[in-house]
């Protein structure tokens, strides 16, 4: 129904690049994995304590039924997330998809960070610690280079953000998700939930422990294909 969408040079690609009707092709209900599953693996990747945070994406990316489904608006668009998405120089966001509706489209950026680092400085305290506070001075980082150059941004993502006629000029807005810390303790106090409210709503990052992405990984159990930058566009990494 739709042409191949990786941009520009379509002659010059190979047939592996990312192609909507491929992914949906490929894409099968009948191999989703029950999301107790995917639960059980994040149950034990985060009981191991790993130093490093690459397996936590490598989980999400085998069992993408975890990647968090923020800020949707029409379901993830062509069913696919994007792997270590360039959102500038030396800017990364670890996963990237788009959403849309008849009147605009949206990106939303995740950055993963690793379960162990802190929230708030103390139980009761409304400051946030330092590991959080650098990986909000990350994200908005992100934000800069969306503010100085939305185009560019925009270009970045343009095989996916596209499907011929009006849709293509719609506008685009970004939003982004911040995966940090744990919830072990059962919830944070009025006060710090709060201030995380007031995080997304001063910043539009929304701030989600590891625990949310396990409670939420039962409320959205499709799968995704991963796709990473290649020539230009993108190619996929995995059909799932």
């Known amino acids: 129904m739709y042409d191949k969408i990786v941009r520009y040079r379509l002659t010059e690609y190979p047939r592996e690049c990312f192609d909507p009707a491929a992914a949906a092709s490929r894409y099968d209900r009948s191999r989703m994995t029950p999301p107790n599953e995917a639960q059980a693996k994040l149950t034990a990747l985060l009981a191991q304590a790993l130093p490093e945070e690459g397996p936590y994406q490598e989980l999400l990316e085998t069992h993408t039924e975890l990647v968090p489904r923020a800020h949707l608006i029409n379901g993830v668009q062509w069913n696919c997330v994007i792997s270590k ?6 800017k990364t966001a670890d996963l990237a998809y788009v959403t849309k509706n008849t009147a605009r489209w949206r990106a939303v950026l995740i950055e993963l960070e690793h379960p162990e680092k802190r929230l708030f400085v103390g139980e009761r305290n409304l400051d946030f610690h330092s590991d959080t506070r650098e990986a909000i001075a990350q994200v908005e980082s992100w934000r800069t280079s969306v503010a100085v150059d939305r185009n560019a941004v925009r270009n970045q993502l343009r095989p996916l953000v596209h499907m011929g006629g009006m849709f293509d000029t719609n506008p685009i807005d970004f939003k982004y998700v911040l995966v940090i810390g744990r919830n072990t303790h059962g919830g944070y106090s009025q006060e710090q939930a709060h201030r995380i409210a007031r ?30 930058h290649w020539n230009g566009g993108f190619r996929i990494k995995s059909a799932q």
């Open 85 to 90: 998405f360039q959102v500038g120089i030396n």
């Open 199 to 228: 995080l997304e709503a001063e910043s539009e990052i929304e701030l989600l422990t590891w625990d949310s992405i396990f409670r939420g990984c039962g409320l959205a159990s499709d799968r995704l294909n991963v796709l990473s």
